[in-house]
């Protein structure tokens, strides 16, 4: 068990590029969820995954958003178009099959800059 | 509304003492109530949560209370070490919001030694 991992841990960007960040969740985790945290606050719900389901998202992820988990194991967030307002830390976290379904082990989190 | 109100903002404490942070949320809906610790450029790592059919779980030097009347749970943290300082997130999810976490604002730990 390696935990959640993150890539890129960080990303500086130019306004109006599209980044891409990948997670990869604790193997047989069946749940994946996306975060946003900005300076000085807690962390953001934005999507969920259980397998390569999306089932929920927030109003936060705004149609410049896009998240994918394919074949229910890694998922990536694309944002498009990015935005001075869209420099925060990113953070994944997953969550066990069996028992303690609600216990979320995060990764490091990929820090995107927006200049 | 899926809120998670936290304070103090900030807490200073001195090595050795007790470092007390309280949480209240508003949804009934809520019934798993998790603490998370986070280190600056880390991700949040779980410390310890409960559930509302207790009212206090103990694990080393760290303790939930929680008061299902009040909608109030609070982190204890005994004989606090300089390692403890950190940030501390409370959050509440409920299987009805398909369990995802709804945090508060977080309170930045120190402990001086």
């Known amino acids: 068990d390696t935990g959640v991992s993150q890539d890129p841990r960080h990303k500086i960007t130019k306004r109006g590029q599209n980044v891409t960040f990948r997670c990869d969740p604790i193997?047989?985790?069946?749940?994946l969820y996306w975060y946003r945290q900005t300076l000085g606050q807690g962390p953001e719900f934005l999507t969920y995954?259980?397998?390569?389901?999306?089932?929920?998202k927030s109003r936060l992820l705004s149609d410049r958003f896009s998240a994918e988990r394919p074949k229910g194991s890694f998922s990536t967030l694309e944002i498009q178009r990015t935005e001075q307002g869209d420099s925060a830390m990113y953070l994944c976290?997953?969550?066990?099959?069996?028992?303690?379904?609600?216990?979320?082990?995060f990764g490091p989190g990929t820090r995107l800059l927006v200049l | 509304q899926q809120q998670v109100k936290q304070s103090p903002q900030s807490l200073i404490v001195q090595k050795g003492g007790i470092s007390i942070i309280n949480c209240a949320y508003e949804?009934?809906?809520?019934?798993?109530f998790p603490w998370y610790q986070q280190f600056p450029g880390k991700g949040p790592a779980l410390l310890i949560a409960?559930?509302?059919?207790?009212s206090e779980k103990k694990e080393g030097r760290f303790t939930i209370s929680f008061n299902k009347s009040a909608k109030q749970f609070s982190l204890h943290i005994m004989d606090s070490q300089p390692g403890d300082s950190a940030t501390y997130f409370c959050?509440?999810?409920?299987?009805?919001?398909?369990?995802?976490?709804?945090f508060g604002e977080g309170t930045q730990l120190t402990v001086n030694p």
């Open positions: 976290a997953s969550s066990p099959k069996r028992g303690g379904q609600e216990t979320q082990y």
């Open positions: 959050a509440a999810s409920g299987k009805t919001s398909g369990s995802r976490l709804t």
């Open positions: 995954f259980q397998n390569e389901a999306q089932l929920e």
């Open positions: 409960i559930r509302p059919d207790v």
């Open positions: 193997s047989e985790h069946n749940r």
């Open positions: 949804n009934t809906a809520f019934d798993y």
